[in-house]
């Protein structure tokens, strides 16, 4: 259970901030930044679902159903939260609302409590396509002091 609601609201409740920045072209510094903690943040989440699946296939069946459907109950009530968040802070409420959409369901897939789909939806491209554009902005041009501000590529966070 502790598992399972930690993953929920690091999933969810941080979704919307990360839409605001990764759709800022002119932080192409801090949207690698970004990208790169949200790659190990992957990482992470990803062994936690692999243990929290462990834990619920040792459950028998009855308590499995209860904790599905208290994870459940706890994730909605993440939501509506996290939609409100969204839409009293945010500009684009919509668009990051989405994501926490799209987030929950990877969660799902992650946790073993949904199936993948066919295909990647237009937030799954657009997400892409952001991160791909803040690698194309001349970082040069925005730095003002070049030995203030170590670059961050790809490998640096490699585990």
Known sequence: MRRGLFLIADTVLCAGFDWVVLTQPALAQTNQ????ILTGNLIFRDYL???FRQGM??????KQEALVAQ???G???????????????LE??????????FQWRMLLVALGLG???????????QIDQ???QAQQVTVVETIKDADATEFMSDDDYDF
């Open 33 to 36: 930044m970004l990208k790169n």
């Open 49 to 51: 679902a692999y243990k």
């Open 92 to 101: 684009d409420a919509g668009a990051a609302n989405d994501l926490v959409d």
């Open 71 to 73: 994870l459940t109950k």
């Open 115 to 125: 199936e993948q789909p066919a295909e990647s939806g237009p937030v799954a491209h």
């Open 75 to 89: 994730a909605q009530s993440l939501i509506k939260l996290a939609y409100q968040q969204n839409e009293a802070l």
């Open 57 to 62: 296939a040792e459950l028998p069946f009855a």
């Open 130 to 132: 952001l991160a791909n």
